[in-house]
């Protein structure tokens, strides 16, 4: 099974600020099959980043994804007050699928 | 514009079971699959498995193989993820998401609503 870590647990900025946040896997993640989800309370996550480095359709183009291998980042280049919110990485290039803990990016 | 509309909430007593719908619109291909992912409160992401919609084939993560069981009725286009003996651990929210062609390497987009299952005697 593949763990992926996200870092730093909880990520206090403000708008404006840019936010780089970090998910390493426990093993070489296949062909770079990384994505991130947004979630906000009480909602369902939503696709921003596939392949580690595409944006998904209408995902704005703050929102950037790099890496490779096992080390990958997402960044929001410039926050908005609507960022705010908790960010998953997931692997899909092997079974079990497995998702990062979260990063929570809180407004500061 | 693909689509996925879940059942409603559930409370169910430990060890029955519970069946979860989850129904699909705006999909183009048969060979598309549907994923299972749950999330307890204030925890991360776990996910259970897919089905193949056109084939029925699944696939389950370990922890859930013995207990799980997803299904699909091509005519009505939904999926069904069926879990037994439930235990107070089994409270969380299960999402349904489309998973691309074939299920394999593919990511999920859209997501379902969710919907909350509680166990409690």
């Known amino acids: 099974e593949i763990v992926l870590t996200q870092s730093p647990g909880t990520l206090s900025l403000s708008p404006g600020e840019r936010a780089t946040l970090s998910c390493r896997a426990s093993?070489?993640?296949?062909?770079?099959?990384l994505a991130w989800y947004q979630q906000k309370p009480g909602q369902a996550p939503r696709l921003l980043i596939y392949?580690?480095?595409s944006r998904a359709t209408g995902i704005p183009d703050r929102f950037s994804g790099s890496g490779s291998g096992t080390d990958f980042t997402l960044t929001i280049s410039r926050l908005e007050p609507e960022d705010f919110a908790v960010y998953y990485c997931?692997?899909?290039?092997?079974?079990?699928?497995?998702f990062g803990q979260g990063t929570r990016l809180d407004i500061k | 514009q693909m689509q996925l509309v879940q059942s409603g909430p559930e409370v169910k007593k430990p060890g029955t079971s519970v069946k979860v719908s989850c129904r699909a619109s705006?999909?183009?291909?048969?060979?598309?699959?549907v994923q299972w992912v749950r999330q307890a409160r204030g925890q991360g992401l776990e996910w259970i498995g897919w089905?193949?919609?056109?084939?029925?084939?699944?696939v389950y993560a370990q922890k859930f193989q013995e207990r799980v069981s997803i299904s699909r009725d091509r005519s009505t286009s939904t999926v069904y993820m069926d879990l037994s003996s439930l235990r107070s651990e089994d409270t969380a929210i299960y999402y349904c998401?489309?998973?691309?062609?074939?299920?394999?390497?593919?990511?999920?987009?859209?997501w379902g609503q969710g919907t909350l299952v509680t166990v409690s005697s």
């Open positions: 998401a489309a998973g691309g062609i074939g299920g394999w390497n593919n990511y999920f987009d859209p």
């Open positions: 705006g999909f183009t291909s048969p060979s598309f699959a």
């Open positions: 089905i193949v919609v056109g084939s029925g084939n699944t």
């Open positions: 093993q070489s993640v296949s062909n770079i099959y």
């Open positions: 392949g580690a480095s």
């Open positions: 997931q692997q899909y290039g092997s079974t079990p699928i497995t």
